[in-house]
């Protein structure tokens, strides 16, 4: 049997996205020191969806943070297309708990923040910020101010925001944690229609199981704090996942087993 060598282009094209390596977090808090991660590396492959789920306190948020150049690590390092991210950088888009629209700019104003911050050409970004209207429903509402949407309405937008500058990876820290459930579940839906056209690599933070079993093509499990990798599980169900997938039995069974694993790992301090 021969040895299959790769071109240099086929390993390029196989490199991660996004590698962490080693990283640990200590904040000095009024307290005193709180080590919040400690030793975790993660990879992100190209267009892939990964979810992080683990318990209260855990160091979701500061994963996020670190990745979005937000907070630099007390220990270990993270490229992004192997470049190390020491600020926030035009590659990586967030989306946020509460979508933090300005109330007084239109919906298109606001997605257009991130673009006008970039100094990207405005007339390029409206093209592009009508498209993404359109991709999340909202084209009608481009000229409305976010008290006159509902708050589903209003996270789509923050969803618009987060993808208005053509970003490598999003990152979302429970951006459907406000919502109603009956919300969240179409919020999934819409969530996956736009990251399939959209084609990004996402990073996704929730509380809820069935929501990452639902989005992900991985999901990563932390541990309580200090924070670090417990396991990892691969989805493997069809897309597009559609309200129907909740009701498979092998979507049962990944919420079912990851449900007894996140048991083990809650403990409160
Ligand atoms: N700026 C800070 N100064 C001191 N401690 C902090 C700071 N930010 C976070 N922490 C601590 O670090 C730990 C991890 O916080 P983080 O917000 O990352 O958790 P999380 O996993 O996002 O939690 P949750 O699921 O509740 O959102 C917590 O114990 C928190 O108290
Ligand atoms: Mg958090």
Not at 146 to 170: F, K, N, T, W, Y
């Amino acid at each position: 049997m021969g040895v299959k060598t790769s071109s240099s282009s086929e390993m390029a094209s196989t490199l991660p996205l996004l590698v962490a390596e080693n990283l640990s977090v200590t904040y000095q808090g009024s307290r005193g020191a709180v080590t919040a991660i400690s030793d975790l590396s993660l990879e992100i492959q190209e267009g892939e969806f990964v979810s992080v789920i683990g318990p209260s306190g855990c160091g979701k948020s500061t994963l996020i943070k670190i990745f979005s150049g937000l907070l630099q690590p007390s220990k270990g390092q993270v490229r992004l297309k192997g470049t190390p991210i020491d600020k926030p950088r035009g590659d990586v888009g967030i989306v946020f708990q509460q979508a933090t629209l300005l109330p007084w700019k239109s919906v298109l104003e606001n997605v257009l923040v991130p673009a006008r911050a970039l100094n990207q050409d405005i007339s390029v970004a409206e093209k592009k910020a009508s498209e993404l209207l359109r991709l999340i429903g909202l084209e009608k509402f481009s000229q409305h101010y976010p008290s006159e949407l509902s708050g589903g309405m209003q996270q789509r937008v923050g969803i618009a925001r987060g993808l208005i500058h053509d970003p490598d990876l999003l990152l979302m820290d429970e951006p459907f944690s406000a919502l109603d459930t009956m919300t969240r579940d179409h919020m999934s839906i819409e969530l996956q229609r736009i990251w399939m056209a959209a084609r990004k690599s996402a990073l996704f933070i929730t509380h809820s199981i069935p929501e990452a079993v639902f989005l992900s093509d991985r999901i990563v499990v932390m541990s309580a704090r200090p924070g670090s990798i417990v396991t990892e599980i691969t989805i493997d169900l069809p897309r597009p996942r559609t309200l129907e997938t909740l009701g498979d039995p092998q979507f049962i069974l990944y919420c079912s087993e990851l449900r007894t694993l996140f048991e083990k790992l809650v403990s409160f301090d």
